[in-house]
Nanobody
Framework: QVRLVESGGGLVQAGGSLRLSCAASGTIFRFNAMAWYRQAPGKQRELVATITPGGSTTYADSVKGRFTISRDSAKNTVYLQMNSLRREDTGVYYC????????WGQGTQVTVSS
């Protein structure tokens, strides 16, 4: 089982930036795509971005041009650089494999104030 530990969240003003990190244990990280998700208060968890082992990326329309996902396979770590943050980006951010149904970490809280 892969252990996922997210970090880097915080309180930021609209227009600001944050960089999230996700440290993953286990060799599964090296051979699988990884993803960032977020869950806003009162809403379902949604997929934000994905990255394949080869570095191909996809993004939700709401974050395209503002967020960048990357990975460091030597460190078993995936990152999410978030720029031009908006209030609607507020939520708990999680990493996992795409189409994950379990094995969630504790997440990291991102709060964007106006």
């Amino acid at each position: 089982q892969v252990r996922l530990v997210e970090s880097g969240g915080g309180l930021v003003q609209a227009g600001g930036s944050l960089r999230l990190s996700c440290a993953a244990s286990g060799t599964i990280f090296r051979f699988n795509a990884m993803a960032w998700y977020r869950q806003a208060p009162g809403k379902q968890r949604e997929l934000v971005a994905t990255i394949t082992p080869g570095g191909s990326t996809t993004y939700a329309d709401s974050v395209k041009g503002r967020f960048t996902i990357s990975r460091d396979s030597a460190k078993n770590t995936v990152y999410l650089q978030m720029n031009s943050l908006r209030r609607e980006d507020t939520g708990v951010y999680y990493c996992n494999v795409p189409a994950a149904t379990g094995n969630w970490g504790q997440g990291t809280q991102v709060t964007v104030s106006s």
